[in-house]
């Protein structure tokens, strides 16, 4: 039954989508999916969101959160508000996708059992050699802890809200007009004069009172607020580190390969052919097909032929029923067990029944057991001996170091003399930027615990990977506080200064973007500041020498000679004054640059649609969430 998947593998629409859906489940790992709760994650009109749902989108995502961010998510991970966040997000996206489920349900969108086939006979994760292979397809979803009648089921589901989701995308369109002026605006260039004033010219004229000072101490003082510090001792263990000083002798990886003997054989493979008979609506027909065909068989017709006519296993009837090798665990049981208790190449068996329906198989080949020489895997094994004998030492001193620290909790010279290395040190750091030695967050979190602060104790050995553990102790603390008027008073004088000194720079451009619109000369003005008109032709939007609030500015400016000129404020303080002299329209695209343009806004408007979507069912539907 399986194999008439294969039919129709051409279709293609789906391939991507689906990729990706398969992809997540492998990378989520098979736990999410055996394990099982009859508890809903939440409910969407009635309909339940299994927490096996929840769970398998949350490791999904969490998957893919520290693959993409590393460490720094796992911090962010301990953080329990952050984590509820983060598994709201993932019960709302769960919503908003039973939401676009239903609503295509409800419109008639449906997804037909053969679209659905031809999907899984297209995606690449179950193909070999660009074909559809049905073992493949077994073992990939006996990994994910799938039956294919489950998998089916929620890829009918997938395809459904996809469907109605490319409904969607589909529906809108832009003009090309509209298009056309979108470009027009980008693409627009405009010819300005400005000059800039430096205010730190102006610090001279400025003036700082201590009222002033306790004014800004005052409205500022989460500005100056110190993060608690610490900073730490540490010993760390790793077995790779124990690896270099390990001897290994050819007893000893002779002996491993003789234990480990299975490792090193090639189970028997056998090369069979099959009949399948289908059930369908009537099992009594079927069995007098299947009568009928093994009679034929045992006249002897030649099985590839008749195969080929009445084999319901479209695919393997094509190949005369072939189906290539298999081994021990590839198929179901009655199959295997009829299929390996033939004892010749041409052997036929009786009538086998399964689940998918009725069998007759020939054995056509046999590939017999086959085993590695030693010679072959000696330095393999050689190197598996050396690993296993670094990590047994590694125990030892593990719990060497563990009572040592523990008897002698007060400094680490004793643990590391014990494990022959040394006791290693960091510079004071706060909890959000550690320093990458001790970056894990197990050790962070240790670290700023109370005990190990206020008792100033060595930690218990903390895993911080394979084979690879640390023990720490606070060497150094120092807490959360606010600094005080007299220690931060510099540091708010210097704040106070290039505050006014802008704010003086500012006045002195107002004034004279003032004489400027009046008409007069300013050519003295800029001089007794040393600076003067610079001029940019053909200015755009993206890619400037001019500074990027100027830029900003003069595109929001009217060429109107009353509103064409600005007083501007930069990022590093100092002031600018624009004016805009001309502006460059274009006109002309070629229509490939305006399709472009015509699918960037269609895409925009039409994810705009099914946010609008998503909260119009949402303030419709009943939605209940249970998990926390």
Known sequence: MLEKIREGSQGTWAVVILGLVILSFVFAGVGGYVSSSSNAAASVNGSEISQTTFDRAYQNERARMEAQYGESFSILAADSAYLSQFRRNIIDRLIADKLMEQAAEEIGLRVSEEQVLKSIASMPEFQVGQSFDNER??????????????????????MTRQQFVSAMLGSEFSLESEASKIL??????????????????????????????????????????????????????????????????????????????????????????????????DEDAAREKAEATLTRLRSGEDFAMVASEVSDDAFSAENGGDLDYIGRGDM???????????????????????????????????????????????????EQVRREKAVEEFFILQNTAAELAFEMPN???????????????????????????????????????????????????ISIGENNVMIIRVKEHEPERTKSLEEVKPEIVVQLTAQKAQEAAKVWAQSVLAELESGSDITDKLSEKNIGWELQADLSRFGNDVPAAV????????????????????????????????????EEFPAE???????????????IEITNLIEALKADADVEVYIQ
């Open 137 to 158: 397809f077994k073992a990939t979803l006996r990994q994910i802890g799938f039956q294919p009648s489950t998998f089916k089921d929620y890829l009918r589901s997938e």
């Open 411 to 461: 400094d680490l010279i004793e643990v590391a003399d014990a494990l022959d290395t040394e006791v290693k040190s960091t510079a004071l750091f706060t909890k959000n930027a550690p320093p990458t030695e001790v970056s894990s967050p197990l050790v962070v979190n240790q670290a700023f615990s109370d005990e190990l602060i206020g008792d100033r104790v060595n930690s218990e050995v």
């Open 551 to 586: 830029v900003d500015k003069v595109f929001q400016l009217s060429p109107n000679e009353e509103q064409n000129k600005a007083v501007v404020e930069l990022t590093n303080g100092d002031i600018s004054v624009v004016q805009l002299n001309h502006v460059n329209s274009s």
């Open 184 to 281: 027009a605006l980008q693409f627009q260039t405009r010819d300005i004069q400005y000059f800039t004033v430096a205010s730190s010219g102006f610090s001279d004229s400025v003036e700082i009172s201590d009222q002033d000072i306790e004014v800004y101490y005052q409205q500022n003082l989460t500005q100056f607020d110190t993060q608690e510090k610490v900073s730490l001792e540490y010993i760390e263990l790793n077995a790779d580190d124990l690896m270099a000083g390990i001897e290994v002798t050819d007893e000893e990886v002779e002996d491993l390969y003789n234990r480990s003997s299975n490792d090193f054989q090639t189970e028997e493979q056998r090369r069979l052919s099959l009949i399948l008979i289908e059930f369908g609506e």
């Open 593 to 607: 640059q305006v399709s472009v343009m015509q699918r960037q806004l269609e895409q925009m408007h039409s994810q």
């Open 332 to 382: 179901d049981e009655e199959f295997e067990d009829a299929a390996f208790n033939l004892e010749n190449v041409g052997d036929i068996t009786d009538i086998v029944e399964s689940d998918f329906g009725l069998q007759i198989i020939k054995l056509t080949d046999i590939k017999d057991q086959q085993v590695t020489p030693f010679a072959e895997v000696k330095d393999t094994l050689a």
